[in-house]
């Protein structure tokens, strides 16, 4: 398969966790025959250095005119400690997402069994634990409009939704858990809110045309709470912008690491994938950043256009490293090995994929691990 892949690498460890993914992708090229072409493009701070634009309209040209987007991450705390800018680098990636109408956010929550005592649940809590979140991306309050007195004393950010933008990720994601374990969790606050009050009537009607799923409704504060209790209990989640965004951060601490869960982003066009940590801009360059979350969005790429099997490959190869505790310092704090050095095992044992094979460890991250 060809494939025109833009890589759009922002702030922080994007760069270095990014590189770890398209050296996964190479590999894939090399194993499975493909051939995969890379546009790279700014955006984020990056971008607002070279051009003052968080997406310049050369970015959004060459993202329109590719296959899919990889994306690493956005963000500094040179705008994140300054309340008083008008523009920031999130602008850009919230421009991107609605320029191109990527409206359904898929973030799964699987744990790796070797991770299980990383984990800050029990492991009898959290074994077994597989769900989705499908989080409506384009809409609600990120997107309402906001307001600020003329004294700078009241603010205010609308939240607002359209029978359109709720049906059409509800759709995907009732699709989703027809073809899971068939169960449905819609998370509000209908309560108290009008919008959740509106997900509700409309995600209920369209729920009569999937009769094999389950459909429940929970309120966001106890939803948080049961992910804690029983995360095992959900298969999909659909929830609204805001919420979605909260939950899927709780998903990744039930994991261990924010490092180590993938998303994608999809509209009925376009398509992207990127790691759902933050820039972590305090430890950009030092090469200790967990590139798995970055691997795993490249894997949901290939997921995206139908090549399982290649997906497959670099699933098992990040099994394989985490067994052999070939990782960063955030899943265990002895290591080792950096970004790149886990990077180059990964993108390795896609490769050479057999199983009883070993490495030469002190070679990794050399460009040289031999089979010994």
């Known amino acids: 398969m060809n494939l025109n892949i833009t890589l759009l690498p922002g702030d922080g460890i994007g760069p270095e966790v990014l590189a770890q993914a398209v050296k996964c992708l190479q590999a894939v090229e090399e194993t499975f025959g493909h051939n995969f072409t890379y546009t790279e493009a700014s955006i984020g701070a990056v971008a607002m250095d070279q051009t003052g634009n968080p997406l310049p309209e050369e970015t959004l040209e060459i993202c329109k005119n590719s296959d899919a987007i990889l994306f690493g991450t956005i963000g500094t705390l040179k705008y994140d400690d300054n309340p008083d800018a008008k523009v ?5 990636l919230l421009q991107l997402r609605m320029d191109l109408n990527l409206f359904s956010s898929i973030r799964p929550v699987k744990i790796f069994p070797t991770l299980l005592e990383k984990s800050p649940l029990k492991k009898e809590i959290i074994l077994g634990t597989d769900f989705v979140i499908y989080r409506e991306l384009t809409g609600g309050i990120y997107f309402g409009e906001k307001k600020l007195s003329a004294d700078g004393t009241v603010a205010s950010d609308l939240c607002q939704y359209s029978e359109r933008e709720i049906s059409r990720i509800a759709h995907l994601a009732f699709k989703a858990a027809k073809n899971r374990k068939q169960k449905l969790t819609v998370v509000d606050k209908a309560n108290v809110l009008e ?32 992910i804690m209790l029983n995360p095992k209990q959900f298969d999909v989640i659909l929830t609204d912008n805001l919420f979605g965004d909260i939950l899927s951060d ?115 991250g050399l460009g040289k691990s031999t089979i010994i």
């Open 88 to 92: 920031r680098p999130e602008q850009g």
């Open 195 to 226: 919008t959740s009050r509106l997900w509700r009537k409309i995600v209920s009607k369209i729920g009569e045309s999937y009769p094999e799923v389950t459909l429940e409704y929970l309120l966001a504060d106890n939803a948080a709470m049961q």
């Open 250 to 364: 709780q998903g990744s601490a039930i994991c261990g690491s924010k490092g180590l869960l993938p998303s994608a982003s999809i509209g009925n066009d376009y398509a992207m994938f990127e790691p759902f940590h933050g820039s972590y801009t305090q430890v950009q360059g030092q090469n200790i950043a967990n590139p798995i979350a970055s691997i795993l969005s490249a894997a949901m790429l290939l997921n995206h256009f139908g090549l399982n099997e290649e997906a497959q490959a670099i699933i098992v190869a990040v099994d394989k490293a985490l067994r052999k505790n070939i990782s960063t310092k955030d899943i265990n704090p002895a290591s080792t090995y950096g970004t790149s050095q886990v990077g180059d095992f990964i993108s390795q044992n896609i490769i050479d994929s057999e199983e009883d094979l070993n490495f030469n460890y002190e070679n990794i």
